[in-house]
């Protein structure tokens, strides 16, 4: 099973700050990485897919970079609906499907 | 507009029984790999199962192998989970998932139902 490791597990950032959250994976996963955002009491929705390609309609401040075991999620400058909690996922080698434990990004 | 509708949850005793269903509409469903992911109260997100867009190939988390039962009725738009021998660890809201890509089982969940809670307890 491949494990998927977050960090931070908690962000605090301001409004119009860059924010950068690490993903890293217990071998290699090519660049099958999708990231999620989460807000509270809703589903999550996909970000980014293949390590950085934009799903539909997601800002271009949000970029996904990486390969192998390493990843980058970057949001350039928050705004205030970017405060939520980001999982990425590897699809890579499966099953299992594994996500990581998430990092929130939180208000300062 | 890509719509999943989860329904069936709700409180279950140790060792009973639910079946989670999922209406889709607004896409081809009999193409789309459809999955199972489920998130316990505070915590993240975990993979439960899939089934191929053919029905062929059918995956499911170790964590509920033999008790979790996947399954899809194309004519019907609809995904289900059968959900035997539960436990108070499988508490969590399930969330239907769409494969982002048709004919294919690639595991990027493009759209997600608003989820069902199931709630096992004594």
């Known amino acids: 099973e491949i494990v998927m490791t977050q960090s931070p597990a908690t962000l605090s950032m301001s409004p119009g700050e860059r924010a950068t959250l690490s993903c890293r994976a217990s071998?290699?996963?090519?660049?099958?990485l999708a990231w999620y955002q989460q807000k509270p009491g809703q589903a999550p929705r996909l970000l980014i897919y293949?390590?950085?390609t934009r799903a539909t309609g997601v800002p271009a401040r949000f970029s996904g970079s990486g390969s192998g075991t390493e990843f980058t999620l970057i949001i350039s400058s928050l705004q205030s609906e970017d405060f939520a909690i980001y999982y990425c996922?590897?699809?890579?080698?499966?099953?299992?499907?594994?996500f990581g434990g998430g990092t929130k990004v939180e208000i300062k | 507009e890509v719509h999943l509708v989860e329904s069936g949850g709700g409180l279950v005793k140790p060792g009973g029984s639910l079946r989670l269903s999922c209406a889709a509409s607004?896409?081809?469903?009999?193409?789309?790999?459809m999955n199972w992911v489920r998130q316990a109260p505070g915590k993240g997100l975990e993979w439960v199962s899939s089934?191929?867009?053919?029905?062929?190939?059918?995956y499911y988390a170790d964590s509920v192998k033999g008790r979790f039962t996947i399954s899809r009725d194309n004519a019907q738009n609809s995904l289900y989970l059968q959900m035997n021998n539960l436990r108070a660890e499988d508490t969590a809201t399930y969330y239907c998932?769409?494969?982002?890509?048709?004919?294919?089982?690639?595991?990027?969940?493009?759209?997600w139902g608003q989820g069902t809670l199931v709630t096992v307890s004594s």
């Open positions: 071998q290699s996963v090519s660049s099958d």
């Open positions: 293949g390590a950085s």
């Open positions: 998932t769409r494969d982002m890509v048709d004919t294919s089982m690639v595991a990027e969940f493009d759209s």
């Open positions: 607004g896409f081809n469903f009999r193409f789309y790999t």
């Open positions: 996922q590897q699809y890579k080698d499966w099953p299992p499907l594994t």
């Open positions: 089934i191929a867009y053919s029905g062929v190939y059918i």
